[in-house]
């Protein structure tokens, strides 16, 4: 059995181990031929907490690690250069 496998956006980090990632599935309407897009959000698994807001991400299938989360980051594709801000 071949793992699906899907390529998103980080679109939240702020839980513990875990990131949203955004993934936007684009197909010709049925009937009309247009290009519609649709977007899926899936909790996927990070061990380290490296993801951060806006990594483009390639996620794989994986067994249920929590209630809702069900994908695992295989690799960061483009990473972000955030700049941190100081807290004063």
């Known amino acids: 059995?071949?793992?699906?496998?899907?390529?998103?956006t980080v679109v939240s980090d702020k839980m513990d181990k875990t990131v949203v990632v955004a993934v936007i599935n684009r197909y010709p309407h049925p009937t009309y031929k247009k290009i519609v897009s649709r977007t899926t959000r899936y909790k996927a698994h990070d061990p380290e907490n490296i993801c951060v807001l806006g990594d483009r991400?390639?996620?794989r299938?994986?067994?249920?690690?929590?209630?809702?989360?069900?994908?695992?980051?295989?690799?960061?594709?483009?990473?972000?250069?955030?700049?941190?801000e100081v807290k004063k």
């Open 1 to 8: 059995m071949a793992l699906k496998e899907r390529i998103g």
């Open 57 to 59: 991400v390639k996620i």
């Open 61 to 84: 299938e994986t067994r249920p690690l929590s209630a809702h989360k069900r994908w695992a980051i295989e690799e960061i594709l483009n990473k972000t250069s955030q700049v941190e």
